[in-house]
Structures are given as C-alpha cells and as structure tokens.
T-cell receptor, first 113, second 113 residues
Framework: KQEVTQIPAALSVPEGENLVLNCSFTDSAIYNLQWFRQDPGKGLTSLLL?????REQTSGRLNASLDKSSGRSTLYIAASQPGDSATYLCAVPSTSGTYKYIFGTGTRLKVLA | DTGVSQDPRHKITKRGQNVTFRCDPISEHNRLYWYRQTLGQGPEFLTYFQNEAQLEKSRLLSNRFSAERPKGSFSTLEIQRTEQGDSAMYLCASSLGSFETQYFGPGTRLLVL
C-alpha cells in the first residue's frame, strides 16, 4: 500500500532563504509525482509534475527532484518570499493499478518578512 | 479557460439532511476526481470519472455518498443523511488524461451541525 510522508510538518524561515521540502513514498513503482501549493481555506494549485523518467523539473524559483529508487522527492524554493507562505503537498499515484492519487499531509511554510 | 469551479463554496446543514455539490471541470478535460480533506490532512481520494463513466470509488465512499457525471461534463456529489463526521472540504479536480496534471477547484466546505 502506497504511503506518502512529508517532513517537516511546518517550517518558518526568514525572507530570502533557500529551502528544501521533502516528500517520501513507500512504493517506488510510481508513474509520476506532483507538487501542489494550498493557501488556507482554498483549493490546490499545481506547481510541478515530474514523470518517472525525469530526475528534475523546474519552474521559476522552484525546482523539484525525483529519486524513484530511494522513494524520495524534494522541492527546492530559491530566495523565498512572504508570498510563498502556504502548505505544500506532494502526491503520487497509487501503485495498485488504480487511478487515484495518494497525498502527503503537507509542509506548512511561513516566510517571515 | 475559466478553471475548475465548484458550487456552493460553503454549506452548513443539520445532521440527517441531504446535500449536493456541483463541480464544473475545465471544458476539454475528460477526467474528473473528487477528494475530501479534513483539517491538517492531505486530500483523500473519493471517486474518479473518465467521461461519464465512474471508474473507481474509494471504500471511504459509504452508501450514503453518490456521484454522477451525466454527459461527461459537470459532476455532482450527493451525501444523504449527513453525519457530523462528514464535515470537511470537498475538492474536485480535473485533468486532460490519466496521470496528468490535476487542476483543482476552490472546494466546498461542509459543516454538519
């Protein structure tokens, strides 16, 4: 059964710092991995999708890496800004031949001005 | 492209009442997902449609829950005889294909008194 863990659960950093969020999954036979952002009380916004054949994906100040063999992904945020404050969630498809995605519980990020 | 929309955004109901939520996906997306999210948790998969066909249903979806997607466009999620444990954010997402980027709506927050 696929399980997704995100560490740390919460993180508070000063503005301008570079930071890394971690996501680990128990079954490495994944099709892809998605990173999302969620603002309080809102829906999720897709940030990056990494296919299983890729090792990295970049969008602006965000860089996501994927190491399938070790069951890990990281989301790197460069030069953090107060507007980056949100909860960041990763999700992978269930590996039991279904279409559903399994989400982690997220990392709640606060960037202090 | 107006994104995924959900209606209503908030719903307060008394225990035992029936409620229905609507999701309008991005127009060309033929995949549609429903998730439930409680405070501090990641979204939990409820059900998945490919066009009008409901291809998968979570065991979380008791027989009080039903979802439809007539004509493969909008979808409805109905909860009958609501219980306090049904209080959560109900999220809808759509995608162009299986295992592609999911685009989420703003969610419907349900409170059962």
């Amino acid at each position: 059964k696929q399980e997704v863990t995100q560490i740390p659960a919460a993180l508070s950093v000063p503005e301008g710092e570079n930071l890394v969020l971690n996501c680990s999954f128990t079954d490495s036979a994944i099709y892809n991995l998605q990173w999302f952002r969620q603002d309080p009380g809102k829906g999720l916004t897709s940030l990056l999708l990494i296919q299983s054949s890729q090792r990295e994906q970049t969008s602006g100040r965000l860089n996501a890496s994927l190491d399938k063999s070790s069951g890990r992904s990281t989301l790197y945020i460069a030069a953090s800004q107060p507007g980056d404050s949100a909860t960041y969630l990763c999700a992978v498809p269930s590996t039991s031949g279904t279409y559903k995605y399994i989400f982690g519980t997220g990392t709640r990020l606060k960037v202090l001005a | 492209d107006t994104g995924v929309s959900q209606d209503p955004r908030h719903k307060i109901t008394k225990r035992g009442q029936n409620v229905t939520f609507r999701c309008d996906p991005i127009s060309e997306h033929n995949r549609l997902y429903w998730y439930r999210q409680t405070l501090g948790q990641g979204p939990e998969f409820l059900t998945y449609f490919q066009n009008e066909a409901q291809l998968e249903k979570s065991r979380l979806l008791s027989n009080r829950f039903s979802a439809e997607r007539p004509k493969g466009s909008f979808s409805t999620l109905e909860i009958q005889r609501t219980e306090q444990g049904d209080s959560a954010m109900y999220l809808c997402a759509s995608s162009l294909g299986s295992f592609e980027t999911q685009y989420f709506g703003p969610g419907t927050r349900l409170l059962v008194l």
